[in-house]
């Protein structure tokens, strides 16, 4: 059992109830728009809305975000994306196809959840890797060429991920 302080549980409740509205207010847009806002289909849409805010949050429930962080995410994977498609490109046009594929399991720093969830989404999007499994201890990844600083590529798109959840990680296994 996680025992919270009465705050934590004040800012759960608020986070709770702001994403609540929110999500609400979206699936009510959604609904006006689908039904060109005919005012006869709310009766059928009010309790479709409540319904499906309901379960959205059941689904996925509230977490932080940082907006700093993801300000910062959004460049670092477009440059990461297209540095990995030229990398990808090169490699399939070289005449000896320099790859060297491989599997690689990186421990997790990242707690439970939507922070992992959303790093190995990252990982699988960007050229070169694919999330390959995703266990309680560790991330496995299919990669194009082990030979590569994977491991140091992994553990920055790890920090991103959590800066954009405003997480603080532990230290790295290998010290750093």
Not at 23 to 36: E, G, H, K, Q, S
Not at 94 to 108: D, V
Not at 114 to 127: G, I, Q
Request: aromatic share 10%; charged share 15%.
């Amino acid at each position: 059992m996680v025992a919270r302080t009465v705050d934590q549980t004040e800012h759960l409740g608020f986070m709770s109830l702001r994403s609540g509205s929110l999500r609400a207010v979206l699936f009510a847009l959604i609904w006006w728009i689908l039904t060109d806002g005919a005012t006869d289909s709310w009766l059928v849409g009010a309790p479709m809305v409540l319904l499906a805010t309901v379960a959205s949050i059941a689904l996925l429930p509230p977490s932080s975000w940082s907006l700093t962080g993801i300000m910062r995410f959004v460049p670092f994977f477009l440059w990461r994306s297209l540095y990995g498609g030229v990398d990808v490109a090169r490699r399939t046009l070289h005449p000896r196809l320099p790859i060297a594929p491989g599997l690689f399991y990186h421990p997790w720093r990242l707690p439970p959840g939507l922070p992992r969830l959303f790093m190995a989404n990252t990982v699988s999007l960007l050229p070169g890797t694919l999330s390959a499994e995703l266990d309680a201890d560790y991330l496995q990844v299919h990669l194009l060429d082990e030979q590569k600083d994977f491991l140091s590529e992994l553990e920055m798109i790890e920090q991103r991920v959590a800066a954009m959840f405003g997480i603080s990680l532990p230290p790295s296994s290998r010290g750093e």
